[in-house]
Antibody, heavy 121, light 107 residues
């Protein structure tokens, strides 16, 4: 069974850091691009960052201004998102998503259940 | 690319036809446009990709059309489980942007 399991969310103070993880199983991880998409409480979807299957290409939403870093460890079938200088507006459910193909120019075919990040003092 | 979905809310009865619109601020490269369904407390689910291709396991009452800047998701006959929020997304240009969503509610 194809599965994505996010972890690492929680409560963090403004200016703090957090690293999210997404453990993938049931498919050949290296063959697929992966992304992080977030959803603030009661709001719509916002694409955050994407990475190609071989990790050669990474992409970010303009609004993040270098605060977030996406990476993957294909030997561990795990996707990561390092988030620095967190702000209240980063509060959201963060979803890990598997793309339909190797590159990020493909849709997000499968989504995890998400992990909640709350930025508050 | 900014995606604008309309209407914001669609109030319909089961069995009726639903037509959702997604308009892009500039042409979507390669018709790389997807539609997702999201129910309360659940992750989004891919319905349509490349503007008109149904994802695996999606019933044929869901169909997508369009190109350039204007795209449409049609649900031919609404089933009770179809009442949800629907998002369009373009993935042809980085960053991949989502529309603000259309809620399909029971009338």
């Amino acid at each position: 069974e194809v599965q994505l399991l996010e972890s690492g969310g929680g409560l963090v103070q403004p200016g703090g850091s957090l690293r999210l993880s997404c453990a993938a199983s049931g498919f050949t991880f290296i063959n697929y691009a992966m992304s992080w998409v977030r959803q603030a409480p009661g709001k719509g979807l916002e694409w955050v960052s994407g990475i190609s299957g071989g990790a050669g290409s990474t992409f970010y939403a303009d609004s993040l201004k270098g605060r977030f870093t996406i990476s993957r460890d294909n030997s561990k079938n795990t996707l990561y998102l390092r988030m620095n200088s967190l702000r209240a507006e980063d509060t959201a459910i963060y979803y890990c998503a598997k793309h339909l193909g190797y590159g990020v120019i493909t849709p997000q075919e499968l989504w995890g259940q998400g992990t909640l990040v709350t930025v508050s003092s | 690319i900014v995606l604008t979905q309309s209407p914001g809310t669609l109030s319909l009865s089961p069995g009726e036809r639903a037509t959702l619109s997604c308009r892009a601020s500039q042409s979507v490269s390669g018709s790389y446009l997807a539609w997702y369904q999201q129910k309360p407390g659940q992750a989004p689910r891919l319905l349509i990709y490349d503007a008109s291709s149904r994802a695996t396991g999606i019933p044929d009452r869901f169909s997508g059309s369009g190109s350039g800047t204007d795209f449409t998701l049609t649900i031919s006959r609404l089933e009770p489980e179809d009442f949800a929020v629907y998002y369009c997304q373009q993935y042809g240009s980085s960053p991949g942007t989502f529309g603000q969503g259309t809620k399909v509610e029971i009338k």
